[in-house]
């Protein structure tokens, strides 16, 4: 009988385990490289991409500043790490450029989604190492270099508005405005409008009106382009005082708000206000007992920060507190949002109780330094008061925030005015506030009082963008003639049609 082969089993035993081989050979390749394209797949589904919303210049007291927003829209975060201006690093120009805003320290992280906004200040005679000036007429291209390694672009035309030129009478200037810079594409002056104070569920926004000063948390919007900026008062905890106003006085009253406010869904809103008319330095009347925080600063009662500082009078104390509560809210809110505050005639116009009684001057500083839009309103009663009170008070505005965005609420006849001061309001007012708004790119917005249909002002509203950008006779002083804007005949001001040529009348009825 034959035996078996050793040499034949070791050939079958050889076929068996090079499939075997093959097998675990196989699979050890195609795990690993599964998971690469896995990876793969990954990496390049993730991207950066910084999308520039818009860009504008100013000119104030000499120098040019570049107001630039922008938000990263792609799936991955990343990081600005430098500023080209027409293609030379922004630090290489002589004198010296600074970058201030969300620009102020590089490299800036760029969230996906975290809106940002920058400043680039360019100072007189500025120049690059081959010796070009940046001056009037100059085109300007802002370069974001990432460190993924990209650039992103926009430009503006330097010295195309200056910040005290929007001042000037008359209406010859309408070719000379700023221009704004959105997605790359250069267009003209924006003349935006909107509504102030909506309440609840109001369905009803005209279509012309762009921006939104909602009164409520849950304000659902009618139209998605609709920009929305919340005014908070319908968070404040039922503490009152016998004046009416809604002073704060205890670490509860702090805590209670500070988690109302931090309950927001920021995402909804352009912006948010810190104050309007309450919770100035003035109705900080906390008790001597105090001790809490707000959005991370210490607040303490005046007993309490004596111990920090020993020889602190009460207004400095005061301003302390203040300066904490604008900081703290600043701080919390910015990186989410846009953050503003009111300020109004009576706390900037010489003639009233100015700034120290209503913000003290370090919080004062603070605000013109970082917050980025305000609330004006002046409630001009006639051309008299116009240039007694409103006219100071916009050059105020101007020389004490030129780089922030503004919104005006337009005068009218509020329900809680004495007989004598309605009587001497007059709707040709409406016309000295719309052309002086419109001049400084203030978004004009009507002050709702009740519910919806809008009033007939919100009609005037139209007419006078209308004839603001028509370039209609517009006149700061009394004449005889046709009021275009209201239709009343005689002697008036504002936009006029003159019947007796240019003859001025006497400024009195």
Known sequence: MQGKSFTHGKRGLSSLMGTVILTAATIAIVIPASLWTGSLATIFTRYENIEIKNAYVVNSGGYYVVNIEYVNTGSSPTSID????????????????????????????????????????????????????????????????????????????????????????????????????????????????????????????????????????????????????????????????????NYIRTAADLNYLEAQLKSVNTNYYWGIIFIEEEHYRIHINFNDDVNTTWFGERMLGYPLYLAEVPSATRDQWLDEMFLRMVRGFYNYFHPMTNVGIGVPDSAITPTWRAIQYYYGNPAFAFIQENYDFILAYAYTLNLDDYKANSAIYYAQLDQYFPNQKKFWILTRIWSDWPPEKQAAWQEEAIALEIKSSLDRQMVVMEAIQGSPPFTPQWQLILKGRQLYESGAPYYEEYVEGENLLTGQIGRTYGWVNIELGEKKLSPHF
Do not use: F
């Open 82 to 245: 430098s500023v080209l201006l027409n293609g030379v690093p922004y630090s290489s120009y002589t004198p010296h450029i600074t970058l201030a805003k969300n620009l102020g320290t590089l490299p800036l992280i760029c969230k996906t989604g975290a809106s940002k906004s920058g400043k680039i200040i360019i100072p007189p005679s500025a120049a690059d190492p081959s010796g070009n000036i940046l001056t009037d007429g100059v085109t300007l291209v802002v370069t974001l270099h990432t460190t993924g390694g990209k650039d992103y672009s926009t430009l503006v035309v330097l010295g195309v508005v200056s910040v005290d030129s929007m001042t000037q009478k008359g209406s010859d200037d309408q070719g000379s405005k700023q221009m704004k810079i959105i997605n790359g594409s250069i267009t003209g002056p924006q003349y935006e409008l909107g509504i102030y104070s909506v309440d609840w569920d109001w369905q009803t926004i005209p279509d012309e009106a762009m921006w939104v000063i909602a009164a409520r948390v849950d304000w659902p919007k009618p139209r998605p382009d609709i920009k929305v900026i919340l005014d908070w008062w319908s968070l404040h905890p039922p503490w009152e005082g016998p004046d009416g106003v």
